[in-house]
Nanobody, 122 residues
Framework: QVQLVESGGGSVQAGGSLRLACAGS????????TGWFRQASGKEREFVGA????????QYVEAVKGRFTISRDNAKNAVYLQMNSLQPDDTGVYYC???????????????WGQGTQVTVSS
């Protein structure tokens, strides 16, 4: 079964850190561009950042640049989102997703995880 499973969410105070993990099964994440998204209560889901397949080039939304880092462990078939200096505005459900087609730097995210809750209190 092809799926993505997120873990690592939780509750932290402002200024704290969390590391989210996205574990892949049924596909090698190193072959697929993988992204992180978040959705705050009552708001639309928004893009947070992504890592290209292969070379692992990353990109981030302006609001998280310098605070969040995406990395990948090919041996564990996992992609991580390290979140530092967390702020209340970072609160939401975080999802990982991967492109439907391998070895693409542009495309559509068609495989989604179930999400993990991140809550940042002031």
């Amino acid at each position: 079964q092809v799926q993505l499973v997120e873990s690592g969410g939780g509750s932290v105070q402002a200024g704290g850190s969390l590391r989210l993990a996205c574990a892949g099964s049924g596909r090698a994440l190193s072959c697929y561009t993988t992204g992180w998204f978040r959705q705050a209560s009552g708001k639309e889901r928004e893009f947070v950042g992504a890592m290209d397949w292969g070379a692992g080039i990353t990109q981030y939304v302006e609001a998280v640049k310098g605070r969040f880092t995406i990395s990948r462990d090919n041996a564990k078939n996992a992609v991580y989102l390290q979140m530092n200096s967390l702020q209340p505005d970072d609160t939401g459900v975080y999802y990982c997703a991967s492109f439907g087609q391998p070895e693409r730097t542009t495309g559509e995210y068609t495989l989604w995880g179930q999400g993990t809750q991140v809550t940042v209190s002031s």
